[in-house]
């Protein structure tokens, strides 16, 4: 390929950057073309949103003729046929438009904002149907990508803490921020299947981001086939962990995003003190994403933000959601369609009281 020979358009603009809504809009389509635009494999030619002064403001802000501003993201398609879409809408659209998008003539790769979908059932059909038309899947989980976070999976890889025997994480909740943090643990083990899932929630207020509940409080825990074990803590208040991720092994232990200025830090067994590392890069990085789907596009190999490896997350998030339904452990494969949460929320098991209105904290996608 040639420079600018892949064509980019956007599904799902969503307002203007400057005025987010949380829990609603984080702006990830300005996010994405501000990293497609810094390529120059890529030009910015299309973009579609259902409120057509969102799009405009979109293409006025990233020089898309606006010839090619779309209120129906299928007239867009067949008009302009790019080669990449990325797909920056609530959760809950994502099967729908990915598998329209996945039919259309001449595309080739679709990169969906996390997390994948509402439910199993449609991640799944997502990825089939993709499979079946030859177009490349990513999802943004673009953490496992960014330098720290591999920096981190190659310290484990070279043995630096010995044998992983222990990951734990903290964030604010399972399904949507928890998303990047259980893919991240995946990527640490090298992607390694999972045995089993257990896990407890607490949902008392509702939380609804992005078109999806997610619970107040969670405590999981799941184990890797090999038996290494995974503990995930969510929840805004008290975390469990000073850090985002700790990974304890054999002979020392390493934390990504430590309380402090450090990205990460390790600690041998026979060290006195930690040894603080700072890779210079952020800790999520979409630059890195879009070399990511370009370098599956040229290689034909499966991307780091491939679907399969986005399936494998999505599964231990509604397996811990399943295994809080059924009451007990839930062991792999999972076979459930449907999200628990938002079942047990449709069916009255569980009945969160309304949101407080109160200021919502900062948010990261």
Not at 64 to 70: C, Q, R, T, W, Y
Not at 207 to 235: F, K, M, P, S
Not at 284 to 311: H, N, S, W
Request: aromatic share 4%; hydrophobic share 40%; with cysteine.
């Amino acid at each position: 390929m040639t420079v600018s020979d892949y064509h980019v358009a956007f599904i799902g603009t969503g307002p203007e950057p400057d005025n987010p809504v949380w829990g609603e809009s984080a702006a990830m389509a300005y996010h994405h073309a501000a990293a497609y635009d810094e390529d120059d494999r890529c030009s910015l030619v299309a973009c579609a949103d259902i409120v057509e002064e969102n799009a405009s403001a979109f293409a006025d802000r990233n020089g898309i003729d606006p010839s090619n501003v779309f209120t129906d993201y299928a007239e867009m398609l067949q008009e302009v046929e790019p080669d990449i879409v990325s797909v920056c809408t609530p959760v809950p659209t994502h099967a729908d438009i990915v598998i329209d998008c996945a039919n259309a003539d001449g595309l080739r790769a679709i990169h969906c904002e996390k997390p994948m979908a509402d439910t199993m059932a449609a991640s799944r059909r997502m990825i089939d149907v993709c499979d079946e038309r030859g177009v490349q899947l990513t999802f943004n989980h673009q953490r496992r990508v960014a330098t720290p976070s591999r920096r981190v999976a190659e310290l484990v890889r070279e043995g630096a803490i010995g044998d992983v025997t222990r990951v734990e994480l903290a964030t604010k909740n399972l399904f949507d921020a928890g998303t990047h943090l259980v893919d991240l643990c995946n990527s640490i083990l090298d992607d390694r299947p999972v045995a089993w899932v257990m896990g407890q929630i607490d949902y008392r207020e509702e939380n609804v981001r992005y078109g999806v509940h997610n619970e107040n409080q969670a405590l999981a825990r799941w184990q890797y086939e090999d038996g290494t074990d995974a503990i995930i803590a969510t929840g805004d208040e008290n975390p469990l962990i000073a850090c985002d991720v700790r990974v304890t092994g054999t002979e020392g232990e390493l934390e990504l995003n430590p309380d402090g200025d450090a990205q990460l830090r390790v600690k041998t067994a026979d060290a006195a003190a930690w040894d603080e590392i700072d890779t210079g890069e952020p800790l999520a990085d979409i630059l890195e994403a879009v070399d990511d789907i370009i370098r599956g596009l040229e290689t034909d190999e499966e991307p780091q933000l491939g679907g399969q490896r986005a399936l494998q997350t999505m599964e231990i998030i509604l397996g811990c959601y399943e295994s809080v339904r059924r009451r007990e452990r839930v062991d792999f494969p999972l076979s459930i369609e449907d999200n628990p949460l938002v079942s047990m929320v449709e069916s009255g098991e569980l009945s969160p009281e309304p949101a407080r209105d109160e200021a919502a904290p900062d948010a990261e996608d």
